[in-house]
């Protein structure tokens, strides 16, 4: 009885694991069966948002599900991640991870909430967004040259905004301050770049340490605030006008946010395939280029899960000794 009872707990035990397996192989092939969430770690508005936003209507389309964004802000987009992190594996959450999520905050917080690489499977890279330097137009720099001998001439008198302290805009600020030879302008941060942008329109802030979207670039082209230069290897496709800070003098001057699809740790590889394949697919698409390119985002193609894990660990080992090169303190 005893040995018939084994067996037949055995049999089970087998049934139930083929019912299991069956079931998830069922849910991957069926994938996406309902909405996909994007999590957002910054604000709504900002370059993550918009990038996320426009990526998502596109898988969307191609997978034939919605693709809802959901802002989850606070800690330098730590909050946002660690939630993504801790969510079910199941291709149902991704985190649209930038160089903050992934490359920066892990030299900058002394306690992180979540490992950038061990909780996370990267999908792909999808793009960047340089970095850029814009100042009110009553300013008297019309270039970085300019600029530079006015702060000189006037040290601490001038201040420039950010985001928000230990985001990568901010890095960028300081980075310049200390490339032109150690300027002393005043660090102002902002929750954010909405009201920094706002404040630089008005005058309230003389310069700000922005990224290139659309928004920046149009108050640019319509002279409410003027670009002196952008922090790319080359000049940006939308708007090659504007000349790099390279050009300008500043070799060391290049920072850009990246972007990339991750999902939290043991999603099934399969899901995880037909993300990136879609992915690729979208970004294949010339209409769809040009789309990002007029919201100011530069997109890249054909960078699945091992080169986009290469492109952030790069960049974590770029930014890490930045951090202590421009006096930032972990928090």
Not at 78 to 102: C, E, F, I, R, W
Not at 119 to 132: E, I, M, R, S
Not at 141 to 149: E, F, N, W
Request: glycine share 10%; net charge neutral.
């Amino acid at each position: 009885m005893a040995t018939a009872a084994n067996a037949m707990a055995r049999l089970a035990m087998v049934v139930a694991t083929l019912v299991l397996t069956c079931t998830a192989t069922h849910a991957q092939d069926h994938y996406p069966s309902k909405p996909v969430r994007i999590v957002v770690s910054f604000a709504a508005g900002g370059p993550t948002d918009i990038v996320a936003r426009v990526m998502g209507a596109k898988m969307g389309d191609l997978l034939g599900q919605q693709f809802v964004v959901e802002n989850k802000a606070g800690a330098g987009g730590n909050t946002g991640a660690d939630m993504a992190a801790k969510s079910a594996p199941d291709g149902y959450t991704l985190l649209m991870a930038t160089v903050s999520t992934h490359a920066i905050n892990p030299g900058l917080y002394s306690k992180m909430p979540y490992d950038p690489v061990r909780d996370f499977t990267p999908v792909g890279q999808v793009g960047v967004t340089p970095t850029l330097l814009a100042v009110h137009p009553s300013l008297a720099a019309t270039d970085v040259a300019s600029l530079i001998a006015l702060v000189k001439a006037n040290p601490g008198h001038y201040a420039y905004g950010s985001s928000g302290v230990g985001s990568i805009l901010h890095l960028c600020g300081e980075q310049f301050k200390a490339g032109a030879g150690g300027l002393d302008i005043v660090h102002v941060p902002y929750k954010g770049i909405g009201q920094g942008v706002t404040d630089l329109i008005g005058g309230q802030i003389p310069m700000f340490s922005a990224n290139a979207t659309a928004q920046i670039l149009d108050l640019h082209r319509a002279g409410k605030v003027r670009i002196l230069s952008v922090n790319s290897q080359t000049r940006i496709r939308s708007a090659p006008d504007i000349p790099t800070s390279i050009e300008a003098g500043l070799p060391g001057m290049v920072a850009q946010t990246t972007f990339g699809i991750f999902a939290p740790a043991g999603t099934p590889k399969p899901i995880l395939e037909r993300i990136n394949a879609v992915t690729q697919e979208a970004m294949a698409d010339e209409a769809f280029q040009k789309e990002l390119l007029r919201v100011g985002f530069e997109p890249v193609r054909d960078v699945g899960p091992d080169k986009a894990a290469g492109v952030f660990q790069q960049e974590l080992v770029r930014w890490t000794p930045i951090l202590k090169t421009v006096s930032m303190k972990p928090q």
